[in-house]
């Protein structure tokens, strides 16, 4: 019974419910939240980061970090365009997932601006440091990303709200995923004198196990989410 419940299309007062009501499943646990914060605090540093070195190149530290901020500094328009929209994204994105219901003008900024980040991600990656590893990894995820924010503004204009949350917060947690390849990277760049694994080798394993990671996690939780919700109708 239960596993042809979870089959079962979402009923018309399930698609309709506002999400100031939504149901008690709808709510965020609180190891999602920590995540998404996580996420969060890391994409905004690499954003900072990257500004202050593009401002400022600085030519002493480890070679593979000068050579890495030597790439973006030949490339400062697009890197500038990809970042300050991305960063507003996910500042928007907390508001949008974490207050739902609330500004409908913050609402509407986030679509054109998850759009902006999204565009510019594939105009990134001609220069991905991964080669076609990491470009691979771009075309997959950020095309699911594109993908899943397409329906939610698709629901939104629709005025189905849970579908519409269900989708927002899929392409969130895609998204997101760009801030869980940082650590991933960290692990390689401290392992890299015994793996002798260089940038060029492991930017695109990283960028295909971050993720992957959120994609995993996203999916299972929207899976248990709606089968809770399933029960509890
Ligand atoms: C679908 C989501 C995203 C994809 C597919 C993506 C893709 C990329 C790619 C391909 C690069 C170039 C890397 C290279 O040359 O090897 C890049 C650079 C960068 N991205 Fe994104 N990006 C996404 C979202 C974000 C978000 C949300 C942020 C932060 C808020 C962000 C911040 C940056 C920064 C700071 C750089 C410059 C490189 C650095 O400092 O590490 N990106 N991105």
Redesign the pocket.
Known sequence: MGLSNTNRQLTMHEKTIQPETLPQTSRHPLWLLVGFWLCFVI??A??V??LI?LKNPSHSGPAQMAA?DA??SAHTAL?MI??IP??I??VLAAFVLLRPGGSQWLERLFFPFGLI??VT?YA??A????GWV?RSA?FV??TW?LFSLGRAYLYRLRGDALRKREWTTRAVG??????TTRPVMGIFFATSPLTHLGLHQF?GIA?WIGFSINVAIIELWLHSRRRARLYAA
């Open positions: 994409a905004i690499v954003v980061r990257r070195a890495l790439t973006f890197t990809h970042i991305a960063a994204f996910v980040t999204g991600a990134m990656s220069y991905a440091v991964g990491e771009v995820f950020d990303f895609i998204l997101l995923g760009i801030a930017f960028f």
